[in-house]
Each structure stands twice: as structure tokens, then as C-alpha cells.
């Protein structure tokens, strides 16, 4: 019965997480690195799908990195990535409202690959004109949001997001950082801010269900002491 005793716990693995790191510092650190390597990842796929279609330009000087993109794209992609995965939980909180529709990861993977086709489709198919274009991914945008979200702060977010990063990709083109082939909207083309929200939908979902698991520790950590 003593030596029973004298046995030390191990610590128990739950998701990414080990119960024995229950400081909320170090779980939003852990969540952020991986937001900033998946949008990373995002963004050199992405990138390379509307570069071989022509859809945007760099300049021959910038294209250092094996994708034929800038070398600046991949890290802002995963920093906004970062702080797009942490907002969303983040203001679930602030708002009193926890999100619980389709929290699981099989439903954020499909979520995934839905955005990844909407990126597609804006390289890929042809419409007769811009106009089309960008009515067919703003309705598949918000379908995007109703199948995989449904959340006001999640609608909410995901506008501004795509207001901001509008407005930061006309800025980026009008000091002639990169351009599009055809703008139709100032300098960018009008489909733009679709891909936009539904990037802060995809990667809010991500970072809901990645915080999930930094709930479940804690609790798990209270419930043994």
C-alpha cells in the first residue's frame, strides 16, 4: 500500500496539450504557432494556385521563395492567421455567447476544403464577367459561414476581417508591392473580399476547436485537485 503510494502520477495527454501545462499563457502561445504554420501552409498553396493562373503579379525581384511567391506572403498570412484563431474564441468569450455548432474536427476539415475550393474556383473558373465571378463566391462565402458557423460574432468578424485586409491589399498594390491582372474594384479585383471572409471563418473554426482543448485540460486539472 505504501509503495502504491509512493508512485508518482504521470501527467495525462489530452489533444496537442499535457495536462500538466495548465497556464493559459503558454496554451495561447502553443495555439498560436500552430495557427501561424497552418496559415503558413495555406498561403504558399493558395498563393501558388493565383500565381500559375496569372490573377496576381510580383514583381521578378520579390520571387525568392521555392513557390514562386514573395517571401513576405507566407509569414503575414500565418500572423493573420494567428490572430484571427485567437480572436474568435476569444470574443465567444467576451460575448458570453460559446460556440457548440459542429465542434468536432471532421466538420472543421470539410471547412477546410470548402475554402480551399472557393480559392479555386476564383483561379479556375471562367465567368463571363468579374461581376459573376464575385456574386458566386460572395453566395459561397455565406454558405461557407452558415454550414460551418452560423455565430453573429463569427458573421461579425469575418466582415471586418475582410474590410481590413481589403483595404491592406489596395494599400499593398497602390505602392506597387504586387498587382492583379484585370482590377475591377480600385486596384484589386471585387471577388477579393469574399476570400477574405471565408478565410476568417475557416480559420476561426480552427482556433475554436484548437481552444477547446485548452478548456478541457484545465477542467480536467481542477476536477483531480
Given at each position: 500500500m505504501a509503495e502504491n503510494d509512493a508512485m508518482p502520477t504521470l501527467p495525462k495527454k489530452s489533444g496537442p496539450y499535457i495536462s500538466s501545462v495548465t497556464s493559459r499563457g503558454m496554451n495561447l502561445v502553443i495555439r498560436g504557432i500552430v495557427l501561424f504554420f497552418i496559415g503558413v501552409f495555406l498561403a504558399l498553396v493558395l498563393n501558388l494556385l493565383q500565381i500559375q493562373r496569372n490573377v496576381t503579379?510580383?514583381?521578378?525581384?520579390?520571387?525568392?521563395?521555392?513557390?514562386?511567391?514573395?517571401?513576405?506572403?507566407?509569414?503575414?498570412?500565418?500572423?493573420?492567421?494567428?490572430?484571427?484563431?485567437?480572436?474568435?474564441?476569444?470574443?465567444?468569450?467576451?460575448?458570453?455567447?460559446?460556440?457548440?455548432?459542429?465542434?468536432?474536427?471532421?466538420?472543421?476539415?470539410?471547412?477546410?476544403?470548402?475554402?480551399?475550393?472557393?480559392?479555386?474556383?476564383?483561379?479556375?473558373?471562367?465567368?463571363?464577367?468579374?461581376?459573376?465571378?464575385?456574386?458566386?463566391?460572395?453566395?459561397?462565402?455565406?454558405?461557407?459561414?452558415?454550414?460551418?458557423?452560423?455565430?453573429?460574432?463569427?458573421?461579425?468578424?469575418?466582415?471586418?476581417?475582410?474590410?481590413?485586409?481589403?483595404?491592406?491589399?489596395?494599400?499593398?498594390?497602390?505602392?506597387?508591392?504586387?498587382?492583379?491582372t484585370s482590377p475591377d474594384f480600385l486596384y484589386v479585383r471585387s471577388w477579393l473580399p469574399c476570400i477574405f471572409f471565408a478565410g476568417g471563418i475557416t480559420m476561426g473554426n480552427i482556433g475554436r476547436q484548437l481552444a477547446m482543448y485548452e478548456c478541457k485540460v484545465i477542467a480536467e486539472k481542477s476536477h483531480e485537485d
Open positions: 503579379l510580383f514583381p521578378p525581384d520579390v520571387i525568392t521563395s521555392i513557390f514562386s511567391s514573395a517571401w513576405w506572403v507566407p509569414p503575414c498570412c500565418g500572423t493573420a492567421s494567428a490572430v484571427i484563431g485567437l480572436l474568435y474564441p476569444c470574443m465567444d468569450r467576451h460575448l458570453g455567447e460559446p460556440h457548440k455548432f459542429k465542434r468536432e474536427w471532421s466538420s472543421v476539415m470539410r471547412c477546410v476544403a470548402v475554402f480551399v475550393g472557393i480559392n479555386h474556383a476564383s483561379a479556375k473558373v471562367d465567368f463571363a464577367n468579374n461581376i459573376q465571378l464575385s456574386l458566386t463566391l460572395a453566395a459561397l462565402s455565406i454558405g461557407l459561414w452558415w454550414t460551418f458557423d452560423r455565430s453573429r460574432s463569427g458573421f461579425g468578424l469575418g466582415v471586418g476581417i475582410a474590410f481590413l485586409a481589403t483595404l491592406v491589399s489596395q494599400l499593398l498594390v497602390y505602392n506597387g508591392v504586387y498587382q492583379y
